[in-house]
Nanobody, 123 residues
Framework: QVQLVESGGGLVQAGGSLRLSCAAS????????MGWFRQAPGKDRDFVAL????????HYADSVKGRFTIGRDNAKNTVYLQMNSLKPEDTAVYYC????????????????WGQGTQVTVSS
């Protein structure tokens, strides 16, 4: 049974930082591209970042480019999202997801999802 478990969310002031983690089990982690998405209340789930199987290729949404960094540790079956210079508009539930064949930004290409972790940025 595949499980993706996010952690590291919380409440932070604008300009602050958080590091999200997503621990994967029940799958061959290094065979999957990993992504982060987020969903604010009343809005669609949006793409945030993607990292390739080896970690050598990354993609970011324009809204987070230069502030967020995605990384992975295949030995620990974990993907990370370092979030710096946080803004109130970054407030959302953040989800990690795994894809055998990912299409950048395409939510439908992801096979497995975590339950999400809340990030709240106060102004």
């Amino acid at each position: 049974q595949v499980q993706l478990v996010e952690s590291g969310g919380g409440l932070v002031q604008a300009g602050g930082s958080l590091r999200l983690s997503c621990a994967a089990s029940g799958l061959t982690f290094s065979s999957y591209s990993m992504g982060w998405f987020r969903q604010a209340p009343g809005k669609d789930r949006d793409f945030v970042a993607l990292i390739s199987r080896s970690g050598g290729i990354t993609h970011y949404a324009d809204s987070v480019k230069g502030r967020f960094t995605i990384g992975r540790d295949n030995a620990k079956n974990t993907v990370y999202l370092q979030m710096n210079s946080l803004k109130p508009e970054d407030t959302a539930v953040y989800y990690c997801a795994a894809a055998i064949r990912s299409v950048v930004g395409d939510i439908r290409s992801f096979d497995y999802w975590g339950q999400g972790t809340q990030v709240t940025v106060s102004s």
